[in-house]
T-cell receptor
């Protein structure tokens, strides 16, 4: 079945550091890929998405590129801020079931 | 546009009691989902509706959980009787039909079973 694997957390960085959160997936067919963010006490919010190979999703300084050859969708940001502290979820949605399948989440903490 | 509305925001019940959660999706979104998110884990799909029909309920513990979506709009999720392991955040989401669309999530209901 379809699955998503994220790098183990928690991740702790200093403000203005470079961020990478790894995400790889297994899917039949050609899924769409998503990153969601969950701030403390809140629901999940869509951060960015990519719907086909080589697409780059971007939002709020975050970027991720759909790499079909490595089945990856790594999240990056050049300079993180304290306000980026949250849990980040990678997810896929396939053409068949059309349901979102989530990774286990990566907790990110940014220290001033 | 208005987001996905859920209520209540928090609920504490004793084991073996029953509880119900309500969700109002974004207008025009045909697909509605209920997810269970246990602390420290990613959300797990419980049930998926397309309009008022069930598309996927393979992960729903049907001996104690039930859900309905009358008239293809609002939905309720019920647990009866609750167990300690049901303590989690229950998230409702809605989306347009099509793989390129993400979901819009509500704020969730945090359930604590004591």
């Amino acid at each position: 079945g379809n699955s998503v694997t994220q790098m183990e957390g928690p991740v702790t960085l200093s403000e203005e550091a470079f961020l990478t959160i790894n995400c790889t997936y297994t899917a039949t067919g050609y899924p769409s890929l998503f990153w969601y963010v969950q701030y403390p006490g809140e629901g999940l919010q869509l951060l960015l998405k990519a719907t086909k190979a080589d697409d780059k999703g971007s939002n709020k300084g975050f970027e991720a590129t759909y790499r079909k050859e490595t089945t990856s969708f790594h999240l990056e940001k050049g300079s993180v801020q304290v306000s980026d502290s949250a849990v980040y979820f990678c997810a896929l949605r396939d053409w068949g079931a059309q349901k979102l399948v989530f990774g286990q989440g990566t907790r990110l903490t940014i220290n001033p | 546009e208005a987001g996905v509305a859920q209520s209540p925001r928090y609920k504490i019940i004793e084991k073996r009691q029953s509880v119900a959660f309500w969700c109002n999706p974004i207008s025009g979104h045909a697909t509605l989902y209920w997810y269970q998110q246990i602390l420290g884990q990613g959300p797990k799909l419980l049930i998926q509706f397309q309009n008022n029909g069930v598309v996927d309920d393979s992960q729903l513990p049907k001996d104690r959980f039930s859900a309905e979506r009358l008239k293809g709009v609002d939905s309720t999720l019920k647990i009866q009787p609750a167990k300690l392991e049901d303590s989690a955040v229950y998230l409702c989401a809605s989306s347009l039909t099509g793989v390129n669309y993400g979901y819009t999530f509500g704020s969730g209901t945090r359930l604590t079973v004591v």
